[in-house]
């Protein structure tokens, strides 16, 4: 089944610690995206890459990192800049023309401790 | 950038008809989606307009008015499954791909 999966479904950080959060597809997609969602707010964007090594920040990327090494993969780090982490985090991908419909992965919830 | 505002929440019985409108404000629009979103779990996608008029997909049907900056869905023949948040998301022309997301409205539906 094609689809996107992200891990782990809940994660949990100390103080001044970095997390990663795991984002996979096999839709064959070019353009992936991180979504921060906080509760009574709309999905806010933290990251977006359009192909391969290439990624660019979006609306609220102070305090998060990405990579993309390759087309499946982008994960995402929370670093420790990132005072307010507590969040859920969506990733989704599409076939990276401009009119295509994002689809999302289940989602990670960042709790702090 | 965008506003886009959307009611925070509606409740309608079971069987009913609920309209959820999304008005917004873009330098240049590019496409109006809509997306379901049960809690805690990821949004789903319900409908693409990037033309003025009705949309339809089975129960659901979706609206857009360009010169209005106004959409709305319409969901028909409420059922309890129907119970979700459903975001409003608006692609601008010059920002490729990315969407503004609504605060979204959370539907209730009663028996």
């Known amino acids: 089944d094609g689809g996107i999966t992200q891990s782990p479904k809940y994660l949990f950080r100390k103080e001044g610690q970095n997390v990663t959060l795991s984002c996979e597809q096999n839709?064959?997609?070019?353009?992936m995206y991180w979504y921060r969602q906080d509760p009574g707010q709309g999905l806010r964007l933290i990251y977006y890459?359009?192909?391969?090594?290439?990624?660019q920040k979006g609306d609220i990327a102070e305090g998060y990192s990405v990579s993309r090494e390759k087309k499946e993969s982008f994960p995402l780090t929370v670093t420790s800049a990132q005072k307010n982490p507590t969040a859920f985090y969506l990733c989704?991908?599409?076939?990276?023309?401009?009119?295509?419909?994002?689809?999302f992965g289940p989602g990670t919830r960042l709790l702090v401790l | 950038g965008q506003n886009i505002d959307q009611p925070t929440e509606m409740t309608a019985t079971e069987g009913a008809i609920v309209q959820i409108n999304c008005t917004y404000q873009?330098?240049?629009?590019?496409?109006l989606f809509w997306y379901q979103q049960h809690a805690g779990e990821a949004p789903t996608f319900l409908s693409y307009?990037?033309?003025?008029g009705l949309e339809e997909k089975g129960r659901f049907s979706s609206f857009l008015s360009r010169s209005k900056g106004y959409s709305y869905l319409l969901l028909k023949e409420l059922q309890m499954k129907d119970s979700a948040s459903y975001l409003c998301?608006?692609?601008?022309?010059?920002?490729?791909?990315?969407?503004?997301f609504g605060a979204g409205t959370q539907v209730v539906v009663t028996p």
């Open positions: 989704a991908s599409s076939t990276g023309t401009p009119q295509e419909t994002q689809y």
């Open positions: 873009t330098s240049g629009f590019n496409g």
């Open positions: 890459s359009q192909i391969v090594n290439d990624f």
């Open positions: 839709l064959n997609h070019d353009a």
């Open positions: 307009n990037v033309l003025d």
């Open positions: 998301a608006v692609r601008d022309r010059g920002s490729w791909g990315k969407l503004q």
